[in-house]
């Protein structure tokens, strides 16, 4: 019974904190004490099961999106994604009680953190920092890593109450990231397709759309992960002549293609030209990223560089830039914290996740983000 409760609350947590409402994030808070609770290896990587494919529950549907396939194949790669995160729990579940689970709690937070397992570490409880220690960057990140160590021990019930109460207070006290002044994100809706890229039409409604938006007095537009397609001198040339006399400065998502495969990059637009200002860090695995593909001989898809262009300039201020699947992690975030950026950008293009909460998650994630760093958010996301 006991375990069974165990396992329960732990899909609940799962469900209830990673529902897209950023206050809720807080519900992570309990995760830590639920493994710590297990009696057993096997309890604790259910413990640890539930919590995660409860968190991640959008994945099978977005998997149908993206290849169109059945839901089969959604099931399977939703199982495998949680092999990682579930393995690491287990592993690591110690049957001496104290500080020796307090100790394996510490090594799995930060192994899920960090690449390699860190390349799918959803829902990791310490996202909850932005949540209940708005402002205070790296005080509030160890404040709310010391709680969820505390979690794991005897002495669960004081760090409960005090994220009970630090919790309350930001809800009460609850404010949304502001923009930075004169920016603006551009979100549309033109859908997509696995392989589709910005077309004529497309380009020409997003142009007429910053144009609006420049005559509006935006100085710096931002536009979703892949809005300027696959990036060539032609696309380059019609959208320098549309920038010309606006002074604005664009930035988007585009496709550059190379001999072993492509970069999903942001770029920077003026009536000047155009300079790529970020290479995604992680791009989505499997979907995206295929390094596996180079021993066949054969393009490997999406490129990474895990620990490449923390911070940008853009518009003369350090800029942080999460492009989708990296909002739900928790290093490219922390890395571009410790270069003090003043603005955090999170373009992203979601058509695939249609029908799940994949998206509103996102937003809630930077959202947390933001706030416990203080820093302007600026989102841009194609649906």
């Known amino acids: 019974m006991r375990s069974t409760l165990l396992v329960a609350a732990a899909i609940s947590?799962?469900?209830?904190?990673?529902?897209?409402?950023?206050?809720?994030?807080?519900?992570?808070?309990?995760?830590?004490a639920l493994w710590s609770l297990a009696p057993s290896r096997l309890v604790a990587a259910l413990v640890a099961a539930g919590y995660f494919l409860a968190a991640s529950r959008g994945l099978p549907q977005s998997v149908v999106n993206f290849f169109g396939s059945g839901m089969g194949?959604?099931?399977m790669l939703w199982i495998a994604a949680s092999i990682p995160f579930v393995a690491t729990h287990a592993l690591l579940w110690t049957p001496r009680s104290g500080s020796g689970r307090t100790i394996s709690y510490a090594v799995i937070a930060v192994l899920l953190s960090v690449p390699p397992l860190g390349i799918v570490g959803w829902a990791h409880p310490i996202t909850l920092a932005g949540i209940l220690f708005p402002g205070w960057s790296w005080l509030g990140l160890g404040a709310a890593a010391v709680g969820l160590l505390a979690m794991t021990t005897r002495f669960r019930a004081i760090p409960i109450l005090v994220f009970a109460g630090f919790w309350i207070w930001s809800a009460a006290n609850w404010t949304a990231p502001n923009l930075p002044r004169a920016w603006v994100g551009l979100s549309t809706e033109f859908g997509g397709n696995n392989g589709q890229?910005?077309?004529?039409?497309?380009?020409?409604?997003?142009?007429?759309r910053v144009r609006q938006e420049a005559m509006a007095g935006a100085q710096v537009i931002v536009l979703p992960e892949g809005a300027l397609g696959v990036w060539t001198p032609t696309v380059e040339r019609l959208w320098v002549n549309a920038l010309e006399s606006l002074g604005v400065t664009v930035i988007g998502g585009a496709i550059i293609f190379d001999n072993t495969?492509?970069?999903?990059?942001?770029?920077?637009?003026?009536?000047?030209?155009s300079v790529v200002r970020y290479r995604q860090r992680m791009p989505v695995p499997i979907s995206m990223w295929q390094p596996w593909l180079r021993l066949s001989g054969t393009q490997e898809g999406a490129r990474a560089d895990f620990f490449a262009n923390p911070v940008i300039w853009v518009g003369g201020l350090p800029t942080t830039t999460l492009i989708c699947y990296e909002q739900l992690l928790v290093w490219p975030?922390?890395?571009?914290?410790?270069?003090?950026?003043t603005v955090l950008v999170a373009p992203a293009n979601g058509w695939w996740a249609t029908g799940t909460d994949i998206l509103p998650v996102q937003t809630a994630?930077?959202?947390?983000?933001a706030r416990l760093f203080d820093l302007p958010l600026v989102l841009a996301i194609n649906t």
């Open 197 to 208: 890229y910005a077309d004529y039409e497309q380009h020409h409604e997003t142009i007429v």
């Open 13 to 32: 947590i799962g469900i209830l904190a990673w529902s897209g409402e950023p206050r809720l994030l807080a519900a992570a808070m309990l995760f830590p």
């Open 365 to 369: 994630v930077t959202t947390a983000w």
């Open 333 to 341: 975030v922390l890395q571009s914290a410790l270069g003090s950026p």
């Open 261 to 273: 495969g492509y970069w999903n990059v942001m770029l920077e637009l003026s009536q000047e030209g």
């Open 73 to 75: 194949a959604g099931g």
